[in-house]
């Protein structure tokens, strides 16, 4: 079944060729399917990768370009496919968990848990609710389909969910349908599961057992387990829609059987539902009220029959506690009574008794006549066991009761002794009933002191647990102890395995008989027979013979009429072995092969344990035995047991002793028959030295020849032979590997070493990293197809695993649970041949598999004889024959990290890499000789970014022998630019220095050298503390050439490689940006961090690049010519930068919008803009609340998900506005719209591909004359508006009309209407909205939406009439109707958002016209217009009036703008600030960051301004403006060229006849300083300018 979210089927997979689909060829590493196997296309072929392969594997796809491609782990939403060795699948409707385990420690990391949707996609779950989640694919059967898999979350930590082992039949939690609020959940029938109807409502909640006999209840949007479960009856809804009942006792949850009968006492409690309410068996006697109705929804609790006493089957002694009830439950025994709470703890008479104030129920109790109570909760772990003070249930003395929240009942047991503050003594107290009756008078607790190194039993009858105490007295619970007796100085224990225990605290027997092990005579002893007791002292630990009568204790588990052999330890007597039948007493003494089944065996014949008995006690071997069936090359050390008669007694029968002979056995090969025995071997020999070690135990023995044999020598410190204790035998080291561990203390220091051929050992003082091996001979018993066992000498492959060429890091492994690659390299070893493979992890970290090169990262190995070196800490190419061509080689270049984790190389330069290869070698050091690791350098070179250019140099091409001599010198040493300069001379490269004119550069660090291909490269030297910079533009040669003439923006620099970005295309990417901010290398600078984005580049061949950077990768990127596209901006998040045919350019985006951006990369098609531009990856989903904001392109509309459903946002090729909910800000941007009287916010969508939601909006209406929509938009939000009839309506005013347009077709029934603003001001009394009157300013009287009772300037167009804010002058008609600006002005603003417009009289000053666009100068009665707009600033009264030299562009702000600095410093150069306090305005320009100088009249002169970056007189770097300052200007002098000014005090400047000061040179405004000091400054050209000068 195909889904919306999935895998293309292939149309052609053919091998020689990329894959395709219906719609034309996949690009090269995406994937498509075919009959369930995943194929995937490379840039020539179309291969199987997954679902044929022989392995099985998780895969996580991500949307390509056009299928989908490989994703990662952690990725946000992808696919998920599950493919086994023969298919792969589709994960759909169901979850997967993913748990990380580090590789290194194998630890536990973290948990990713996938839910996929039945459309296919699948979400990264970042939360989890409590529960369980359906898993892994479906099994179909037919028209069902179920699942046999659960994941279990026990928290809504995500890291503690794990797949659930224990599947059985019930009702499950299920947390993802929680998170949708479906109210479904999971219903599993023995191990099939599903998703059901959970059936329930807010008001009728359904109940459902679950899979441990527990309580769920689902209501209309959530299921959940009752954790705090009240006894009663619960109704929940059946398969077949009836309803059913549910009874929970205090034990369990249970479905019941209904039943109709009430008929005797014995059917009291009997239930039935009918017609929404339960029918309860309380009176069968009763004619009139046998049954009692309870309706649905009420909670049950057990009723109380007879009114005062009920008799409660499962009821302990002690006080119980039912909802709703007003009384508790006192039960002694199973006598219960309804008793009423006490309102407070203080009397003798309240302990015992329950008191309900400060909302909680506390029981009283009392401790000679202290007075205290504790509250009724449920407790974790002991704290459950409260002890009791005196009182309760009317006991005496101390006792020990279990506290829950419900109930306190009377405990037997042990338990530990807790203080009132909750704090552990070191008593144990043990609480007993002193007779077989149980009843509270016969309850005792005794307080002892717990004894260290012991055992007891902890815990209630049916909740024990056998404890031990260490010697810190800590205690330690022993999960699964064996059968057997343990003691302490004052009680027994009797523990059966896996059933708690049994503590017997009075001993009375004193003597032995039948039955009876244990007795009491002077101190514990125990009965071996009905006749003798022995102490329980460490002189008679040992194994004995313990005949039938008293075997069949209950405590051994040994059958009936059997006797067995017991082991008496420390604190512990336990079962050894059960004997047969026909064992006696008598048989006791000798040597016995008992088997597995408890018969006797036969030596030579049968295998089991060997037992060496004397009268009383045994010892036996350890483990099992069985006949040795081969032996190896080694010493064997021999025991054997000889029987001597040491007496004959009266009756004339022996008496025998027995004792162990030891010897050594010399064997030479595999035939025990060449075998010898070596006894009592010369000081000189070897056999001799080796007994002496098993002796001491010694693993490891050293023996130096000598003139008359051998001695014991010093291990590691000698040279001779090494011998090794493998399971009781030695044998000679030779042609292996040995790890030695030699102790000293509580310290451990390793040593390898290595033993040649012919025995010759040395040590090896620093090791490779990998594998080395040594071949283990242990002796197994295995077992045989017939049933039976035998002994084998075995031959073992023992790893040494070393790394970061220490000794200290080497351990040892010898299976797969040691080491996951255990099989995998010992496979290799075995195999005795040269072998280079990789090796892969799956999902699982554990496990490991043999890959191909090139697949995947993994661990490289290179096999010989003894070794496996792994690559590590170093590059590494790869080379081996094509098996698809002929003649040809696969490439594939890795660095591998310390760890020895190779990856393909993500990006290829041109230049060198270091392949550092691991050998073994000696070396001599104190006269010894040592094996060493030595590292051989190996240079591999790579051309043209191609891996199938790279190779290894083995001996340099003449032309290049000086280049690679000096890489080679330099290559994996410390960092370090290589520059090299050609000699001339020689034809030959040298050495020579950054700043030389040109060369050829190689940045060589981490074991490459890369060389600079075309890319820029910036470097930067301190010298002098004055920063100098070179920037070298390199070709695509390499040739890099020293360059001066820098463009301002950015550049891409550095070295230069070969990479994928994250779409899987393979491009240029570069190390570097370089940011140029003035047009020299010393205003350059690298930009680091580089965060993702675009920049616009300098010195492109074309202006419809910009820089990429995603993920580190910088890359030249080509924008579309043809239509307009918008990327996000790496500079400045707030800016978007906009490309069309004539270029890119970066502008402020100040909008809340969604902006289409027409990119080519699928996931940047959508860029939301607030505070910041960031782009918003489609999603699909609209579902859930979470949802809410999801964006997707249907069919080219852009649609928005909102509460479940989708909005289309629709593109407009013209200005339209509508309204949306705020909502959909919030949900787009997280931003809170807050408007006060309407839930709805203002979109305008046009031809720019930006949709604005407009937060403020100026007031006034916003219509769409097609449509017949119309908005209006005051301070308290916006609304649709509606249109008046006429404009000669009373109170018309400002409100809009509607009238048909002349130009509407009269023969058609679509109809243009025009749209106009009334206002009695104008002909008509109305105003067109047009784009033709869109220049011109409108006055209307009043009733305009924001100036209702105020007069209003507006603008219109084609869409809006709008109010405007400003400085309008008043306009007069002469008779002729000719316009005339007047001395007046009227001043709109919006004050409080309240707009407001006054008129007042024009002061001498600058003023900007708002509805010209022009500034004017008032000067006393005269109005005259600043024909020239000179840059600068223009000051009134009113506001500050700058024009930009670059732009030309007019802006006005507030005069109390200027308070925003109150001084002069390196921030506000060029800037107009208040020089006075700010009550005073005293507009001020602050000229370098310390002097400035007023605006005023006595001022008046020429000064000059310093660079700085924002500055409105576009001053290029280090270059100055001549400003011209008089009253309430200072503006811009353009008015020289090539002149030079003298520089005075205060930065003013001035034609003099002589420059003490210095001077510049000035050019249309522009000045830089003078080459020459002293000069006469130049004349003016003209005497216009020297009388304006000297003005």
Same mark, same amino acid.
């Given at each position: 079944m195909l889904h919306v979210n999935t895998i293309p089927i292939c149309t052609s997979i053919a091998s020689n060729a990329r894959c395709s689909y219906s719609n034309g060829d996949i690009p090269s590493g995406e994937y498509c399917i075919y009959n369930n196997k995943m194929y995937k296309s490379t840039t020539s072929s179309c291969e199987v990768t997954y679902g044929d392969t022989g392995k099985s594997s998780l895969l996580l796809l991500t949307k390509g370009n056009v299928t989908y491609r490989d994703g990662y782990l952690g990725m946000d939403s992808c696919l998920i496919y599950i493919c086994s060795e023969t298919s792969c699948d589709q994960l759909i409707s169901s979850s997967?968990?993913?748990?990380?385990?580090?590789?290194?420690?194998?630890?536990?990391?973290?948990?990713?848990?996938?839910?996929?949707?039945?459309?296919?996609?699948?979400?990264?779950?970042?939360?989890?609710?409590?529960?369980?989640?359906?898993?892994?694919?479906?099994?179909?059967?037919?028209?069902?389909?179920?699942?046999?898999?659960?994941?279990?979350?026990?928290?809504?930590?995500?890291?503690?969910?794990?797949?659930?082992?224990?599947?059985?039949?019930?009702?499950?939690?299920?947390? +993802?349908?929680?998170?949708?609020?479906?109210?479904?959940?999971?219903?599993?029938?023995?191990?099939?599961?599903?998703?059901?109807?959970?059936k329930g409502d807010n008001d009728q909640l359904a109940y459902y057992v679950d899979? +441990?006999?527990?309580?769920?209840?689902?209501?209309?949007?959530?299921?959940?387990?009752?954790?705090?479960?009240?006894? &009663?009856?619960?109704?929940?809804?059946?398969?077949?829609?009836?309803?059913?009942?549910?009874?929970?006792?205090?034990?369990?949850?249970?479905?019941?059987?209904?039943?109709?009968?009430?008929?005797?006492?014995?059917?009291?409690?009997?239930?039935?539902?009918?017609?929404?309410?339960?029918?309860?068996?309380?009176?069968?006697?009763?004619?009139?009220?046998?049954?009692?109705?309870?309706?649905?929804?009420? #909670?049950?609790?057990?009723?109380?029959?007879?009114?005062?006493?009920?008799?409660?089957?499962?009821?302990?002694?002690?006080?119980? +506690?039912y909802p709703y009830s007003e009384t508790y439950v006192h039960c002694n025994n199973t006598i219960c009574v309804n008793t009423n709470?006490?309102? *407070?703890?203080?009397?003798?008479?309240?302990? &015992?008794?329950?008191?309900? !104030?400060?909302?909680?129920?506390?029981?009283?109790?009392?401790?000679?006549?202290?007075?205290?109570?504790?509250e009724l909760k449920d407790f974790d772990s002991y704290l459950k066991y409260y002890n009791f003070g005196e009182g309760f249930l009317e006991v005496e003395n101390k006792s020990i009761i279990m506290i829950t929240k419900k109930s306190a009942t009377l405990e037997v047991g042990s338990f530990l002794d807790y203080n009132k503050d909750g704090s552990l003594t070191n008593s144990i107290i043990t609480c007993y009933y002193t007779t077989i009756e149980v009843n509270v008078n016969n309850y005792k607790c005794?307080?002892? #002191? *717990?004894?260290? @190194?012991?055992?007891?039993?902890?815990?209630?009858?049916?909740?024990?647990?056998?404890?031990?105490f260490d010697n810190n007295n800590n205690i330690e619970i022993v999960e699964t102890p064996d059968a057997g007796i343990?003691?302490?100085?004052?009680?027994? +224990?009797?523990?059966?395995?896996? !059933?708690?225990?049994?503590?017997?605290?009075?001993?009375?027997?004193?003597?032995?008989?039948?039955?009876?092990?244990?007795?009491?005579?002077? *101190?514990?002893?125990?009965?071996?027979?009905?006749?003798?007791?022995?102490?329980l002292t460490e002189e008679n630990y040992g194994i004995y013979y313990q005949p039938a009568s008293m075997a069949a204790s209950f405590a051994f588990d040994v059958p009936n009429e059997r006797s067995c052999f017991i082991e008496i330890t420390k604190n512990k007597i336990v079962k050894d072995i059960v004997l047969p039948n026909s064992f006696t007493s008598s048989d006791v003494f000798g040597v016995h092969l008992v088997t597995e089944s408890g018969s006797m065996g036969k030596f030579g014949q049968d295998y089991g344990r060997i037992y060496l008995c004397n009268y009383t006690k045994c010892s036996k071997l350890q483990g099992d035995c069985a006949i040795l069936q081969n032996t190896a090359a080694e010493y064997y050390y021999v025991n054997?047991?000889?029987?001597?008669?040491?007496?004959?007694?009266?009756?004339?029968?022996?008496?025998?002793?027995?004792?162990?002979?030891?010897?050594?056995?010399?064997?030479?090969?595999?035939?025990?028959?060449?075998?010898?025995?070596?006894?009592?071997?010369?000081?000189?020999?070897?056999?001799?030295?080796?007994?002496?070690?098993?002796?001491?135990?010694?693993?490891?023995?050293?023996?130096?020849?000598?003139? @008359?044999?051998?001695?014991?020598?010093?291990?590691?410190?000698?040279?001779?032979?090494?011998?090794?204790?493998?399971s009781s035998k030695y044998k000679q080291l030779k042609s292996t590997y040995y790890l030695y561990h030699k102790k000293d203390g509580n310290t451990s220091t390793k040593y390898l070493i290595y033993c040649q051929s012919d025995g010759v050992c040395l040590n090896v003082d620093k090791s490779i990293d990998g594998y080395y091996t040594y071949t283990s001979t242990p002796t197994k018993i295995i077992s045989k197809s017939n049933g039976t066992k035998s002994a084998s000498v075995m031959s073992n492959i023992v790893l040494i695993k070393c790394k970061f060429n220490s000794l200290s890091s080497c351990e040892e492994s010898n299976s797969d649970e040691s080491d996951p690659q255990y099989s995998l390299i010992s496979s290799k070893i075995a195999r005795k041949s040269s072998q280079i493979f990789i090796i892969h992890s799956d999902v699982n970290p554990s496990l490991y598999y043999e890959g191909k090169f090139g697949e995947r990262k993994g661990s490289i190995y290179i096999c010989e004889s003894l070794l496996c070196k792994q690559i590590t800490s170093t590059y590494y190419l790869h080379e081996e024959s094509s098996k698809k061509k002929r003649n040809s080689t696969i490439k594939v270049l890795y660095y591998c990290d310390d760890d020895g984790i190779c990856s393909v190389a993500k990006s290829l330069i041109v230049g060198y890499y270091l392949y550092e290869e691991q050998s073994s070698g000696k070396t001599k050091s104190n006269g010894s000789t040592y094996i060493t690791t030595i590292k051989n350098p190996i240079i591999i070179q790579c051309k043209n970014g191609d891996v199938n250019d790279c190779f290894i140099v083995e001996s340099p091409d003449d032309e290049d022998i000086s280049i690679f001599t000096a890489v080679d010198n330099t290559i994996g040493l410390e960092p370090k630019i290589l520059f090299l300069v050609k000699d001339k001379t020689f034809e030959s490269y040298l050495e020579g220095e950054i700043g030389q004119e040109s060369g050829i550069i190689f940045n060589c660090k981490n074991s490459q050298c890369a060389q600079m291909i075309s890319t820029y490269y910036l470097y930067n030297s301190n010298s002098n503390d004055l920063v100098k910079n070179y920037m070298y533009e390199c070709d695509s040669n390499g040739l890099c050439t020293l360059t001066e003439n820098i463009s301002v923006l950015y550049f891409l620099g550095g070295v230069s490689s070969t990479t994928y970005n994250s779409y899987g295309l393979k491009v240029t990417s570069y190390s570097n940006l370089i940011k140029c901010s003035a047009k020299s290398p010393n205003e350059c600078e690298i930009v680091f961090p580089v965060k993702d984005g675009y920049y616009l580049p300098a010195n492109t061949d074309s202006k419809n690049k910009l820089i990429k950077c995603t993920d580190a990768i910088l890359e030249y990127i080509e924008t579309s010519k043809t239509s307009e596209s918008y990327y996000t901006d790496g500079e400045n998040p707030k800016n978007l930068i906009q490309c069309s045919e004539n270029g890119c350019v970066s502008k402020v985006n100040e909008a809340t919008s969604i902006v289409l951006s027409n990119s080519s990369y699928y996931d940047e098609q959508i860029i939301l803009c607030h505070t910041a531009c960031t782009y918003r990856r489609e999603n699909l989903r609209c579902n859930n609340i979470e949802d809410n904001g999801n964006i997707s392109i249907i069919d080219g509309i852009l649609h928005v998900c909102l509460y479940q459903s989708w909005y289309n946002i629709n593109k407009y090729y013209t200005d339209h506005y509508d309204l949306v909910y705020n909502d959909m800000v919030y949900a787009l941007f997280d931003l809170n719209i807050k408007t006060p009287n309407y839930n709805q916010i203002l979109l305008k969508n046009g031809p720019s591909n930006i949709m604005e939601f407009i937060s403020n909006p100026k007031y006034g209406y916003y219509i769409n004359k097609g449509e017949g929509t119309y908005i209006q938009c005051v301070s308290s939000g916006c609304q649709q508006a509606k249109p008046v009839g006429s404009c000669d309506e009373k109170g018309s005013n400002g409100h809009l009309?509607?009238?048909?347009?002349?130009? *509407?077709?009269?023969?058609?029934?679509?109809?243009?209407?025009?749209?106009?603003?009334?206002?009695?001001?104008?002909?008509?009394?109305?105003?067109?909205?047009?784009?033709?009157?869109?220049?011109?300013?409108? !006055?209307?009287?009043d009733g305009f939406p924001g100036a209702e009772r105020s007069k209003a300037v507006i603008?219109?167009?084609?869409?809006?009439?709008?109010?405007?804010?400003?400085?309008?002058?008043?306009?007069?008609?002469?008779?002729?109707?000719?316009?005339?600006?007047?001395?007046?002005?009227?001043?709109?603003?919006?004050? @409080?958002?309240?707009?407001?417009?006054?008129?007042?009289?024009?002061?001498?000053?600058?003023?900007? @016209?708002?509805?010209?666009?022009?500034?004017?100068?008032?000067?006393?009665?005269?109005?005259?217009?600043?024909?020239?707009?000179?840059?600068?600033?223009?000051?009134n009264q009113i506001e500050i009036i700058t024009i930009e030299n670059k732009t030309n562009i007019t802006v006005t702000e507030p005069i109390s703008s200027i308070n925003k600095y109150t001084e002069c410093n390196i921030r506000n150069i060029g800037i107009v600030f208040n020089s006075s306090p700010p009550t005073i305005l005293s507009p001020s320009i602050c000229l370098d960051g310390k002097a400035y100088v007023p605006l005023k009249e006595r001022y008046s002169s020429l000064y000059l301004l310093n660079y700085s970056e924002n500055n409105i007189f576009d001053i290029p770097l280090n270059n100055y403006a001549l400003l011209e300052v008089s009253d309430n200007k200072a503006v811009l002098n353009t008015t020289n060229k090539d002149t030079v000014y003298c520089i005075n005090d205060s930065r003013s400047v001035s034609l003099s006849e002589s420059c003490e000061n210095g001077s510049v040179t000035c050019t249309n405004g522009i000045c830089m300083d003078s080459k020459t000091q002293g000069t006469e400054p130049s004349k003016p050209e003209t005497s216009d300018t020297g009388m304006f000068l000297a003005a």
């Amino acid at each position: 079944m195909l889904h919306v979210n999935t895998i293309p089927i292939c149309t052609s997979i053919a091998s020689n060729a990329r894959c395709s689909y219906s719609n034309g060829d996949i690009p090269s590493g995406e994937y498509c399917i075919y009959n369930n196997k995943m194929y995937k296309s490379t840039t020539s072929s179309c291969e199987v990768t997954y679902g044929d392969t022989g392995k099985s594997s998780l895969l996580l796809l991500t949307k390509g370009n056009v299928t989908y491609r490989d994703g990662y782990l952690g990725m946000d939403s992808c696919l998920i496919y599950i493919c086994s060795e023969t298919s792969c699948d589709q994960l759909i409707s169901s979850s997967y968990l993913i748990p990380i385990i580090n590789s290194t420690t194998g630890d536990f990391e973290k948990n990713y848990i996938y839910y996929c949707y039945k459309d296919g996609q699948c979400i990264k779950l970042d939360s989890i609710t409590k529960g369980y989640l359906i898993s892994d694919l479906p099994t179909k059967n037919g028209s069902d389909t179920y699942y046999t898999n659960l994941i279990e979350c026990p928290s809504n930590d995500i890291d503690d969910c794990k797949n659930f082992k224990y599947l059985r039949s019930g009702h499950y939690v299920d947390s +993802i349908e929680n998170m949708k609020g479906s109210g479904n959940l999971i219903e599993c029938v023995d191990t099939k599961c599903k998703v059901v109807n959970g059936k329930g409502d807010n008001d009728q909640l359904a109940y459902y057992v679950d899979f +441990i006999k527990s309580l769920i209840y689902c209501g209309s949007s959530k299921c959940s387990v009752v954790d705090d479960i009240e006894l &009663g009856l619960y109704i929940s809804p059946s398969h077949d829609s009836e309803r059913s009942i549910i009874n929970c006792t205090s034990i369990e949850c249970r479905y019941v059987t209904q039943n109709f009968v009430c008929a005797s006492e014995s059917d009291i409690g009997n239930a039935y539902y009918l017609v929404n309410a339960l029918y309860l068996c309380i009176d069968p006697s009763s004619n009139d009220n046998r049954w009692m109705q309870v309706e649905v929804g009420f #909670k049950l609790f057990p009723y109380l029959f007879n009114k005062s006493v009920l008799l409660v089957s499962d009821a302990t002694s002690g006080i119980h +506690i039912y909802p709703y009830s007003e009384t508790y439950v006192h039960c002694n025994n199973t006598i219960c009574v309804n008793t009423n709470f006490i309102s *407070s703890c203080g009397e003798n008479s309240d302990s &015992g008794k329950l008191a309900y !104030y400060e909302n909680k129920v506390h029981l009283c109790t009392r401790d000679s006549d202290n007075f205290y109570s504790v509250e009724l909760k449920d407790f974790d772990s002991y704290l459950k066991y409260y002890n009791f003070g005196e009182g309760f249930l009317e006991v005496e003395n101390k006792s020990i009761i279990m506290i829950t929240k419900k109930s306190a009942t009377l405990e037997v047991g042990s338990f530990l002794d807790y203080n009132k503050d909750g704090s552990l003594t070191n008593s144990i107290i043990t609480c007993y009933y002193t007779t077989i009756e149980v009843n509270v008078n016969n309850y005792k607790c005794v307080l002892e #002191k *717990s004894i260290k @190194d012991n055992y007891y039993c902890m815990g209630s009858s049916g909740d024990t647990v056998l404890s031990y105490f260490d010697n810190n007295n800590n205690i330690e619970i022993v999960e699964t102890p064996d059968a057997g007796i343990y003691y302490n100085k004052n009680s027994i +224990i009797l523990s059966t395995s896996g !059933y708690g225990c049994i503590q017997v605290n009075s001993i009375k027997d004193d003597t032995c008989k039948q039955s009876v092990n244990i007795v009491n005579k002077d *101190s514990l002893s125990y009965c071996i027979d009905e006749n003798v007791p022995i102490l329980l002292t460490e002189e008679n630990y040992g194994i004995y013979y313990q005949p039938a009568s008293m075997a069949a204790s209950f405590a051994f588990d040994v059958p009936n009429e059997r006797s067995c052999f017991i082991e008496i330890t420390k604190n512990k007597i336990v079962k050894d072995i059960v004997l047969p039948n026909s064992f006696t007493s008598s048989d006791v003494f000798g040597v016995h092969l008992v088997t597995e089944s408890g018969s006797m065996g036969k030596f030579g014949q049968d295998y089991g344990r060997i037992y060496l008995c004397n009268y009383t006690k045994c010892s036996k071997l350890q483990g099992d035995c069985a006949i040795l069936q081969n032996t190896a090359a080694e010493y064997y050390y021999v025991n054997s047991a000889v029987i001597t008669a040491t007496r004959i007694k009266l009756d004339g029968t022996s008496e025998y002793s027995m004792t162990i002979k030891s010897y050594l056995l010399e064997c030479k090969d595999t035939s025990i028959k060449n075998c010898s025995k070596k006894e009592s071997p010369k000081m000189t020999t070897i056999p001799y030295h080796l007994v002496d070690a098993i002796k001491n135990s010694e693993s490891l023995v050293l023996l130096k020849e000598t003139s @008359d044999g051998y001695a014991k020598g010093n291990i590691i410190k000698d040279t001779g032979i090494y011998f090794v204790c493998e399971s009781s035998k030695y044998k000679q080291l030779k042609s292996t590997y040995y790890l030695y561990h030699k102790k000293d203390g509580n310290t451990s220091t390793k040593y390898l070493i290595y033993c040649q051929s012919d025995g010759v050992c040395l040590n090896v003082d620093k090791s490779i990293d990998g594998y080395y091996t040594y071949t283990s001979t242990p002796t197994k018993i295995i077992s045989k197809s017939n049933g039976t066992k035998s002994a084998s000498v075995m031959s073992n492959i023992v790893l040494i695993k070393c790394k970061f060429n220490s000794l200290s890091s080497c351990e040892e492994s010898n299976s797969d649970e040691s080491d996951p690659q255990y099989s995998l390299i010992s496979s290799k070893i075995a195999r005795k041949s040269s072998q280079i493979f990789i090796i892969h992890s799956d999902v699982n970290p554990s496990l490991y598999y043999e890959g191909k090169f090139g697949e995947r990262k993994g661990s490289i190995y290179i096999c010989e004889s003894l070794l496996c070196k792994q690559i590590t800490s170093t590059y590494y190419l790869h080379e081996e024959s094509s098996k698809k061509k002929r003649n040809s080689t696969i490439k594939v270049l890795y660095y591998c990290d310390d760890d020895g984790i190779c990856s393909v190389a993500k990006s290829l330069i041109v230049g060198y890499y270091l392949y550092e290869e691991q050998s073994s070698g000696k070396t001599k050091s104190n006269g010894s000789t040592y094996i060493t690791t030595i590292k051989n350098p190996i240079i591999i070179q790579c051309k043209n970014g191609d891996v199938n250019d790279c190779f290894i140099v083995e001996s340099p091409d003449d032309e290049d022998i000086s280049i690679f001599t000096a890489v080679d010198n330099t290559i994996g040493l410390e960092p370090k630019i290589l520059f090299l300069v050609k000699d001339k001379t020689f034809e030959s490269y040298l050495e020579g220095e950054i700043g030389q004119e040109s060369g050829i550069i190689f940045n060589c660090k981490n074991s490459q050298c890369a060389q600079m291909i075309s890319t820029y490269y910036l470097y930067n030297s301190n010298s002098n503390d004055l920063v100098k910079n070179y920037m070298y533009e390199c070709d695509s040669n390499g040739l890099c050439t020293l360059t001066e003439n820098i463009s301002v923006l950015y550049f891409l620099g550095g070295v230069s490689s070969t990479t994928y970005n994250s779409y899987g295309l393979k491009v240029t990417s570069y190390s570097n940006l370089i940011k140029c901010s003035a047009k020299s290398p010393n205003e350059c600078e690298i930009v680091f961090p580089v965060k993702d984005g675009y920049y616009l580049p300098a010195n492109t061949d074309s202006k419809n690049k910009l820089i990429k950077c995603t993920d580190a990768i910088l890359e030249y990127i080509e924008t579309s010519k043809t239509s307009e596209s918008y990327y996000t901006d790496g500079e400045n998040p707030k800016n978007l930068i906009q490309c069309s045919e004539n270029g890119c350019v970066s502008k402020v985006n100040e909008a809340t919008s969604i902006v289409l951006s027409n990119s080519s990369y699928y996931d940047e098609q959508i860029i939301l803009c607030h505070t910041a531009c960031t782009y918003r990856r489609e999603n699909l989903r609209c579902n859930n609340i979470e949802d809410n904001g999801n964006i997707s392109i249907i069919d080219g509309i852009l649609h928005v998900c909102l509460y479940q459903s989708w909005y289309n946002i629709n593109k407009y090729y013209t200005d339209h506005y509508d309204l949306v909910y705020n909502d959909m800000v919030y949900a787009l941007f997280d931003l809170n719209i807050k408007t006060p009287n309407y839930n709805q916010i203002l979109l305008k969508n046009g031809p720019s591909n930006i949709m604005e939601f407009i937060s403020n909006p100026k007031y006034g209406y916003y219509i769409n004359k097609g449509e017949g929509t119309y908005i209006q938009c005051v301070s308290s939000g916006c609304q649709q508006a509606k249109p008046v009839g006429s404009c000669d309506e009373k109170g018309s005013n400002g409100h809009l009309i509607v009238e048909m347009s002349n130009d *509407s077709p009269i023969l058609t029934s679509f109809v243009v209407s025009d749209v106009y603003v009334c206002s009695e001001n104008y002909p008509n009394k109305k105003i067109l909205l047009s784009e033709d009157n869109k220049d011109t300013h409108y !006055y209307i009287n009043d009733g305009f939406p924001g100036a209702e009772r105020s007069k209003a300037v507006i603008t219109v167009d084609e869409t809006t009439a709008i109010l405007e804010t400003g400085t309008f002058f008043n306009k007069t008609f002469d008779e002729n109707g000719n316009e005339h600006l007047d001395l007046t002005v009227t001043i709109c603003n919006i004050i @409080d958002e309240e707009y407001q417009c006054v008129e007042e009289n024009a002061d001498n000053g600058y003023y900007y @016209d708002h509805s010209t666009s022009e500034v004017y100068y008032v000067d006393d009665s005269e109005l005259k217009s600043m024909e020239e707009m000179i840059p600068g600033f223009y000051v009134n009264q009113i506001e500050i009036i700058t024009i930009e030299n670059k732009t030309n562009i007019t802006v006005t702000e507030p005069i109390s703008s200027i308070n925003k600095y109150t001084e002069c410093n390196i921030r506000n150069i060029g800037i107009v600030f208040n020089s006075s306090p700010p009550t005073i305005l005293s507009p001020s320009i602050c000229l370098d960051g310390k002097a400035y100088v007023p605006l005023k009249e006595r001022y008046s002169s020429l000064y000059l301004l310093n660079y700085s970056e924002n500055n409105i007189f576009d001053i290029p770097l280090n270059n100055y403006a001549l400003l011209e300052v008089s009253d309430n200007k200072a503006v811009l002098n353009t008015t020289n060229k090539d002149t030079v000014y003298c520089i005075n005090d205060s930065r003013s400047v001035s034609l003099s006849e002589s420059c003490e000061n210095g001077s510049v040179t000035c050019t249309n405004g522009i000045c830089m300083d003078s080459k020459t000091q002293g000069t006469e400054p130049s004349k003016p050209e003209t005497s216009d300018t020297g009388m304006f000068l000297a003005a």
